[in-house]
Each structure stands twice: as structure tokens, then as C-alpha cells.
């Protein structure tokens, strides 16, 4: 059985409670194929919002999550608040924290393995800067990234990797569908040679950066990209 494509729509840090009502109504009354796996992710404000009136099929996600349980950690949110509120997926390691807020491979493999561990299914976020591509440290950087999750677990059934390069989100700049391809290959090799051959056939790999109603198809053609994580484009009707 070949891979499920996915699609998941960041919304990052937009949004307001008619706006995102606005989006959750088209995505209820949307003809989603049913080979395609929808997940959404509002900011934490509006997750209960969407998980509560989003028709069940299409997932919702948070953005973030911590690698501590409950705990005196002000301004978190638990593996296991989000299971106890139904939400079942998370994004981890987005070029924006990592860049923004430090986070490091370090940290981002320790949330991705709690996130695991309690049952929750990671959309895992990659990617090289402009001036580790122009450094054609592309696949180097990926690769490390991948590495320090796999020194904390080694099942991978529940995780999606994003490939997000960080040049290409919100620059309205994209990589070519070679561009990208080469990459999601090397992942997918990598995957072969670091964790397993079954990983690397079933794990999906999906594509984020820019994309958009105008490139979202050539890519889709391509071999190893298994889908999409869209951002601010996903608040825009063309992606409804």
C-alpha cells in the first residue's frame, strides 16, 4: 500500500475565533478525497475551538509542545494536556523556534520523543538555512537534524517529516521541484540506512516553504514528497 499524502495547514500566529470558525465551516462542508490526510494547526488559543466543531476526520494539531510533563512550567503545554484534549497531533522543530527562540536538535529530538511516548503524532520540521544551501550543507544539516531524533527513538510510524527549507517560508520564494526532490530522496535514504528499510518506504515525507495553490501540483508529482505543510497560505480561501 503506497504512502497516504497529507497535508497539514500551519496557521502560526493568526487567526481570530470568527476567522478561524470561517475556515473550519469550509473544511466541514469541503470534498476532501479520502486518499488525503487533512490536519490543521490553529494557534493554542483556538485548539479546543477547531477539535470541537471540525468534523472528525480532519485532525488538529497543536504547534508546540514541551518535553516535561505537568509540571511549574508557565506558558507550556503538555504531551498529555493535548491528549486530554483530544488533539492528537504536534509540531515540532519549525525553522521559527528553532530560530526565534533557540531551540535546538537537542531539544527538538526530547520533545519529539515525548510527544512519542504519549501516544501524540509528530509532524517533524527540518530544514537548512540560505546560507547552509549557497555552503551546499543541505543535506548535512538535514541530516543532523534527523540524527539527534533518532538517538532518542527509533519509531518512526507516528512521525511525518516536514522539510521545510528556511529560505523559502514566507519569502514567496520556493524550491524547485528538483530542488526538492533531491532532498526528500537523501531523507528517505537516510532513513533506509539509519532506522530501517520499512521506515523509509512508509514514512511520509512532506514539503513546506511557500507553497501554494500555483506550485503545490508539480511538486506533488514528484517521487518523494508525500504531501505538504502549508503556512499563511492555509488562511487563504485558494487552500480551502
Known sequence: ??????????????????SITDIIDNLNNASIDSKTEVVIAPSGLYLLLA???????????????????????TGEISAEQLKDSGIGWTLIGHSER?????????????????????????ILCIGETLEQRESNKTIEVVESQLKAVAEKTKNWSNVVIAYEPVWAIGTGKVAS???????????????????????SKATRIIYGGS???????????QEDIDGFL???ASLK???R
Open 51 to 73: 477539535r470541537e466543531h471540525l468534523r472528525k476526520e480532519i485532525e488538529v494539531a497543536s504547534q508546540n509542545v514541551f518535553d516535561k510533563p505537568n509540571g511549574a512550567f
Open 98 to 122: 528553532r530560530v526565534v527562540l533557540g531551540e535546538d536538535n537537542t531539544f527538538v529530538a526530547s520533545k519529539t520523543k515525548t510527544a512519542l511516548d504519549a501516544g501524540l503524532r509528530v
Open 1 to 18: 500500500m503506497g504512502r497516504q499524502f497529507f497535508v497539514g495547514g500551519n496557521f502560526k500566529m493568526n487567526g481570530t475565533i470568527k
Open 211 to 221: 507553497v501554494s495553490d500555483k506550485n503545490c501540483k508539480d511538486l506533488a508529482k
Open 230 to 232: 502549508v503556512g499563511g
Open 177 to 199: 521541484t528538483e530542488q526538492a526532490q533531491e532532498v526528500h530522496a537523501s531523507i528517505r535514504k537516510w532513513l533506509s540506512s539509519n532506522i530501517s528499510q520499512e521506515a
Open 237 to 239: 480561501p485558494a487552500c
